[in-house]
């Protein structure tokens, strides 16, 4: 049996509303809705618009057209993709959470630091009970205000969205899906993620000195060498913002092996 589609209705709707339609249409996970995922959205927010006669064949000149005019007017980077936030713009969310969560999730860095606060084993997880805790952290960071019901709703929301096999854990790739994009050095890292006897190696090859962490500086030739062996040619700045957000999760600037597994091991056993 398929699934239905939520529906795309563009009367206010709820974050968990919100967060159900982006996950329909992000059907890779990728962190975009693009080709084929954005012309089913747009074919559904032409419908939602105006009305169930409106012409929305992706074969027809004229929905090209319109789907390019469209990209153009929401796609604020020209990637030809949306992202979240970008969504975001476009649905009139209640209290538009996700912008709110962009606020007060200001870096990737200040992210793991919550995140390092709450994942107290190093398993790259935070427990479901946690993450109440987390958000709260989150947005005392930011300074702004919430009540009780609110943050109550938020916590419900992400449970909905990331706890799918209801064990009650929710993983820190799947979380950082709420950054921004270009800030969301977790996403990038999915296709380079290494297995565990590669990890070994490469984690031993770098603790140069074999007091069993690494420090900023091994960090730094670790990543240029991922980065080359991947054929990815990040700007100084990127590293230097990967560097800073993986080194918040070390304890007073030791890496230790479980902490870098975290992010750079494919099929952890933590």
């Known amino acids: 049996m398929t699934q239905q589609p939520p529906h795309l209705h563009l009367a206010e709707m709820t974050a968990s509303q919100f967060l159900q339609i982006w996950n329909h249409y992000d059907s890779d996970g990728n962190g975009y809705i693009e080709g084929k995922e954005l012309e089913n959205f747009f074919q559904e927010l032409e419908v939602a618009r105006r009305g169930a006669g409106v012409v929305s064949d992706p074969t027809h000149a004229a929905f090209r057209e319109k789907l390019k005019e469209f990209i153009a007017s929401v796609d604020q980077n020209a990637d030809g993709r949306i992202e979240l936030a970008e ?155 990967y560097k800073k957000s993986i080194m918040s999760l070390s304890d007073a600037g030791k890496l230790y092996r479980t902490e870098l597994e975290i992010v750079l091991c494919r099929d952890s056993a933590l």
């Open 87 to 241: 969504l975001a713009q476009i649905l009139p969310t209640e209290e538009n959470f996700l912008l709110c969560f962009r606020q007060f999730v200001g870096s990737s860095a200040e992210f793991m630091v919550a995140w390092r606060k709450y994942d107290t084993d190093r398993s790259g997880y935070i427990e479901s009970n946690e993450l109440k805790g987390f958000l709260s952290d989150l947005l005392k960071k930011a300074n702004r205000q919430y009540d009780e019901k609110k943050l109550n709703e938020y916590t419900q929301t992400i449970l909905k969205m990331f706890d799918l096999n209801g064990d009650g854990k929710l993983g820190l790739s799947e979380m950082a899906r709420l950054l921004p994009v270009e800030e969301n050095f977790l996403l990038k890292f999915q296709d380079i993620k290494i297995g565990a006897e590669q990890f070994n190696t490469l984690f031993t090859l770098f603790d140069q000195d074999g007091n069993g962490y690494i420090d900023e500086q091994e960090l730094d030739a670790l990543l240029k060498d991922l980065c080359k062996r991947n054929k990815m040619e990040p700007k100084p700045s990127e590293l230097s913002g």
